[in-house]
């Protein structure tokens, strides 16, 4: 079936460090939407990236369609960014697929 | 952006009784989702919703049924709750279709099943 897999699984970085996550999955995406969820809270869609490369504020996504992998590129990182990034992605059925995530604490 | 909301948010059930999850959105998005989270599992899908009246079975259906009476509201239904149901529920929904839906999530429901 359908894999989606991330990494790193955890990155601890300083405040004003830029972070890279990783996401590979098993089978061509018409769909890959990058997530955040904080602790105990809900997930919300950073950005929605099937192909190519899109920005939003300081964050960076690129999808290689083609080699089945997608990046977050996260410039400057701030303490409210630490939490949980999640990947998810599906084939032109609707239903998303999603990663286990990478669990991102920014230190002051 | 999609507003989503559930209800309740927290919910405490016995063994053997009956739970509904709400889910509502504001959208008008045709798609609806019903996922779980589970600490090494990740999020998985239930059952999710192309429109009104229509159901369909995501990656872990059993024990659980669906309704989607309109648009707006989809319903996540435990005949029979058992205690390996606990867990974070969250809907979703999400309209352009096509399989390019962009997805958004409501705040979550947090089941424990005694």
């Known amino acids: 079936g359908q894999q989606v897999q991330q990494s790193p699984a955890s990155l601890v970085l300083q405040e004003g460090e830029n972070a890279e996550l990783q996401c590979n999955f098993s089978s061509t995406a018409t769909q890959l939407q990058w997530f955040y969820q904080s602790p105990g809270g809900s997930l919300v869609s950073l950005l929605s990236?099937?192909?190519g490369t899109k920005h939003t504020g300081r964050l960076t996504s690129t999808t290689v369609t083609k080699e089945r992998r997608s990046s977050l590129h996260i410039s400057s990182s701030q303490t409210t960014d630490s939490g949980t990034y999640l990947c998810a992605h599906n084939t032109n059925t609707g239903k998303l697929t999603f990663g286990d995530g990478t669990v991102l604490t920014v230190k002051p | 952006e999609a507003a989503v909301t559930q209800s309740p948010r927290n919910k405490v059930a016995v063994t053997g009784g009956k739970v509904t999850l709400s889910c509502n959105q504001t959208?008008?998005?045709?798609?609806m989702y019903w996922y779980r989270q589970d600490t090494g599992h990740g999020l998985r899908l239930i059952h999710y919703?192309?429109?009104?009246?229509?159901?369909e079975k995501g990656d872990i259906p059993d024990g659980y049924k669906a309704s989607r009476p309109s648009q707006e509201n989809f319903s996540l239904i435990l005949e029979l709750a058992t205690p390996s149901q606990t867990s974070v529920y969250f809907c979703?929904?999400?309209?352009?279709?096509?399989?390019?839906?962009?997805?958004?999530f409501g705040p979550g429901t947090r089941l424990l099943v005694l």
């Open positions: 919703s192309y429109g009104a009246g229509s159901t």
């Open positions: 959208n008008n998005h045709n798609n």
């Open positions: 979703a929904s999400g309209g352009q279709g096509g399989g390019q839906d962009t997805q958004y």
């Open positions: 990236n099937p192909s």
